[in-house]
Antibody
Framework: EVQLVQSGGGLVQPGGSLRLSCAAS????????MSWVRQAPGKGLEWVAN????????YYVDSVKGRFTVSRDNARNSLYLQMNSLRAEDTAIYYC???????????????WGQGTLVTVSS | EIVMTQSPATLSVSPGERATLSCRAS??????LAWYQQKPGQAPRLLIY???TRAPGVPARFSGSGSGTDFTLTVSSLQSEDFAVYYC?????????FGQGTKVEIK
């Protein structure tokens, strides 16, 4: 059974840092692009970042470039999001997700983690 | 950045009726478009990718169509479990972008 189990998150002050983790199981992790998507309270979905299967390519939404870093450890079947210089507008539920893997690039995300709430507030 | 615009914002439909949701891209995305369903308190669920291909396990009452800039998600006969928010997302260009969502509610 495919599972994505997230950890990390919580309350952090503006300017602070946080690291989110996503532990994958039930599939060959190194064969799939992975994503981070967030959802501010009561709002829609916002794509945050993607990382290629081998970690050689990374893409970010403009609002997090230079502050967030996506990484993966294929030996540990784990995905990470390091978030620095956090702002109030980064407050959201963060989801990790697996690309369906039907092409060499990204397509759609077919399995999602349970989500973790990040609150940036003083 | 490609802007995705969904309409209507809210769609009121009776169970058993057909629902038609629209998604428009600010520039061509080919067929590189996905549809997701999200229920309150849950993670999104992939319904459609490549504009018209159903993801595994998705019922046949869900269908997608379109290419270029105009796309449609149709639910042929709404079931109680289909009342939710639906999002389109383009993956033709970085950054990937979502539409603002269409809420399908019970009439």
């Amino acid at each position: 059974e495919v599972q994505l189990v997230q950890s990390g998150g919580g309350l952090v002050q503006p300017g602070g840092s946080l690291r989110l983790s996503c532990a994958a199981s039930g599939f060959t992790f190194s064969s799939h692009w992975m994503s981070w998507v967030r959802q501010a309270p009561g709002k829609g979905l916002e794509w945050v970042a993607n990382i290629k299967k081998d970690g050689s390519e990374k893409y970010y939404v403009d609002s997090v470039k230079g502050r967030f870093t996506v990484s993966r450890d294929n030996a540990r079947n784990s995905l990470y999001l390091q978030m620095n210089s956090l702002r109030a507008e980064d407050t959201a539920i963060y989801y990790c997700a697996r690309d369906i893997g039907v092409t060499r690039g990204v397509t759609g995300d077919d399995y999602w983690g349970q989500g973790t709430l990040v609150t940036v507030s003083s | 950045e490609i802007v995705m615009t969904q309409s209507p914002a809210t769609l009121s439909v009776s169970p058993g009726e057909r629902a038609t949701l629209s998604c428009r891209a600010s520039q061509s995305v080919g067929i590189n478009l996905a549809w997701y369903q999200q229920k309150p308190g849950q993670a999104p669920r992939l319904l459609i990718y490549a504009a018209s291909t159903r993801a595994p396990g998705v019922p046949a009452r869900f269908s997608g169509s379109g290419s270029g800039t105009d796309f449609t998600l149709t639910v042929s006969s709404l079931q109680s479990e289909d009342f939710a928010v639906y999002y389109c997302q383009q993956y033709n260009n970085w950054p990937r972008t979502f539409g603002q969502g269409t809420k399908v509610e019970i009439k």
